[in-house]
């Protein structure tokens, strides 16, 4: 056979085997895509109740239904007014108090809407002022009423007037398990905002962070604990 012949023939093999790969490969991808569509893939779900959803980081999720409890890192079911809250009437100012507070931190706007808009009880109900708030302070004569803190509606609401006498008593170490508020208050024992505003400074209101008793400033777009009052 001569060298030309053999160069010809190998190169038709070449090509036919080229052509027979190529239809193996087709039919194989064929049979995965029929196998893949026929299977049934289980759908993802979270788990209900508590656990129901992600609930870390800037963008939780929860299941439809559940909202994001940032005090546990929890989705929860939403507490609506009559599921549990109740009231508690402070004998001292004869003010009526929510108990426990609203689940949700808020700035300062909505914190003075969700008081405003609260049908609990008949409703009448209104984010309180730092006097207010001052006047629920146990166990830290500085800042509760009447005490060496200068923040009070009736004198002082500028940052001038605060000085390190408002930073409370020390963390934790409150009468009511470690909290510097009356024994019969439920809740988280953190920051709540009042509806008086930082005279002096822009964008700025008045809150008490109850784990020391410390008054305090802060930018109104801060997100606290609400707890309303009438």
Request: charged share 25%.
């Given at each position: 056979?001569?060298?030309?012949?053999?160069?010809?023939?190998?190169?038709?093999?070449?090509?036919?085997?080229?052509?027979?790969?190529?239809?193996?490969?087709?039919?194989?991808?064929?049979?995965?895509?029929?196998?893949?569509?026929?299977?049934?893939?289980?759908?993802?779900?979270?788990?209900?109740?508590?656990?129901?959803?992600?609930?870390?980081?800037?963008?939780?999720?929860?299941?439809?239904?559940?909202?994001?409890?940032?005090?546990?890192?929890?989705?929860?079911?939403?507490?609506?007014?009559?599921?549990?809250?109740?009231?508690?009437?402070?004998?001292?100012?004869?003010?009526?108090?929510?108990?426990?507070?609203?689940?949700?931190?808020?700035?300062?706007?909505?914190?003075?809407?969700?008081?405003?808009?609260?049908?609990?009880?008949?409703?009448?109900?209104?984010?309180?002022?730092?006097?207010?708030?001052?006047g629920l302070i146990r166990g830290c004569s500085a800042t509760e009423s009447g005490g060496s803190c200068d923040i009070d509606d009736e004198d002082c609401l500028e940052w001038s007037c605060w000085d390190?006498?408002?930073?409370?008593?020390?963390?934790?170490?409150?009468?009511?398990?470690?909290?510097?508020?009356?024994?019969?208050?439920?809740?988280?024992?953190?920051?709540?905002?009042?509806?008086?505003?930082?005279?002096?400074?822009?964008?700025d209101a008045w809150h008490v962070y109850f784990n020391a008793g410390g008054v305090y400033n802060d930018s109104i777009s801060r997100s606290y604990k609400v707890r309303c009052v009438r």
């Amino acid at each position: 056979m001569f060298p030309g012949r053999k160069l010809t023939l190998w190169r038709k093999i070449n090509e036919i085997m080229k052509v027979r790969i190529l239809r193996l490969l087709l039919g194989l991808l064929f049979l995965c895509w029929s196998l893949c569509s026929c299977l049934e893939w289980p759908e993802y779900s979270l788990p209900e109740g508590e656990e129901g959803g992600l609930c870390r980081g800037d963008e939780p999720l929860c299941n439809e239904g559940l909202v994001c409890n940032l005090d546990t890192d929890s989705c929860e079911a939403p507490v609506t007014d009559g599921d549990a809250f109740t009231t508690w009437t402070d004998s001292s100012s004869g003010l009526a108090w929510q108990n426990p507070e609203a689940g949700d931190a808020m700035i300062w706007q909505e914190a003075k809407d969700y008081c405003s808009n609260l049908t609990l009880d008949g409703g009448g109900w209104r984010l309180p002022k730092i006097s207010e708030l001052r006047g629920l302070i146990r166990g830290c004569s500085a800042t509760e009423s009447g005490g060496s803190c200068d923040i009070d509606d009736e004198d002082c609401l500028e940052w001038s007037c605060w000085d390190s006498l408002c930073t409370g008593c020390s963390n934790g170490d409150g009468p009511a398990d470690g909290c510097y508020w009356p024994d019969e208050m439920e809740g988280v024992c953190k920051s709540y905002w009042s509806s008086s505003p930082s005279e002096g400074t822009e964008d700025d209101a008045w809150h008490v962070y109850f784990n020391a008793g410390g008054v305090y400033n802060d930018s109104i777009s801060r997100s606290y604990k609400v707890r309303c009052v009438r």
